[in-house]
């Protein structure tokens, strides 16, 4: 074949400009995503649509629908209130624990990110959450935790029981909301901290992006380290900001130990697939409302170095 046959039948395949070609480049690249998109969500959805207004049993030849209409939302949200209690408290932990792991990381971060001796393996331990993300891992490890404190003696037992914390603050004065506040805040340290490996790197990426120039600006100008941060280093890591409490929000709606997962599980291991169904797509519903406001709220104070 000659060359300049090669040549046409490229561009008759990618597009005869430079647009087209790099265009057509993209969509070639992303096909492989495109695909499992359309299998492992576009499919799922569509074949739980049928599951949400149907009956659902399970019988010998597979399963068997009965068109239920409305019924099986009434059942799941009206009959067991407890769902819209589980939904709404997923929503206030989820808030409250997102906000925490962006501290949380965003301190490990600007320390890790200062030049010190074995910083490097720092950096190394704090990746460990990344590499070990599952939730039966984390399960397992919190049932190990468990049974360690429990095979203590009874002075360090005294030490980690929650109750006698919960005393303490109502003695100093706290009224017993916030201290049921705290102690649940208290109680999540370890799943908080092990919720935050993804978090502190794009954080670290997000500090090696800022020019040393605006630092070194900062301090000819003799500012403190205190108003360089919120002068320069937080707004130019709004951007990572958004990414991260995205990323933390749903990773926390969809974590194991989260009630409405939980209640779901149920659902589908007593073979309720339409009720789990139903507030599976609920609560989806439910997450995307919030998330989507959350970035849309947050996304007006972002600045872009850019610009």
Known sequence: MRKSEKKFQIKRLFGATV??????????????????V???????????????????????G?????????????????????????????LQSTFVNALLILAFSLIIAILINKPFKGRGACRAL??????????????????????????????VSAMLNSALFETLLNKIGLPWEQVWALSGIIDQVLNLIWQSGIQILLFTAGMQTIPKSYMEVCETEGATPWQSFWRVT??????????NFVYAAIDNFTYYTNPVVQKISQ??????????????????????????????LISKKVFYIEE
Do not use: H
């Open 38 to 60: 359309a299998l492992f969500f576009v499919f799922p959805m569509i074949q739980a649509s049928l599951f949400l207004f149907s009956e659902v049993e399970l019988v010998p």
């Open 62 to 90: 597979g399963l068997e629908r009965t068109f239920a209409g409305t019924d099986i939302f009434n059942k799941v949200f009206l009959v067991d209130a407890e769902n819209i209690r589980i939904i709404t408290q997923s």
């Open 267 to 296: 659902y589908f291991n007593k073979v309720q697939y339409s009720y789990g169904t139903a507030l599976s797509f609920v609560y989806f519903l439910v997450v995307l409302i919030v998330v989507g406001v959350s970035m849309a």
């Open 19 to 36: 647009e087209a070609r790099r265009d057509s480049m993209g969509y070639a690249f992303i096909l492989p995503w495109l695909a499992g």
């Open 126 to 155: 704090l990746a460990l959450p990344i590499l070990v993300s599952s939730g039966v891992l984390m399960q397992a490890f919190n049932e190990d935790m468990f049974k360690f404190s429990m095979e203590q003696s009874s002075q």
């Open 234 to 243: 937080f707004p130019l890591l709004s951007p990572f900001i958004i990414l």
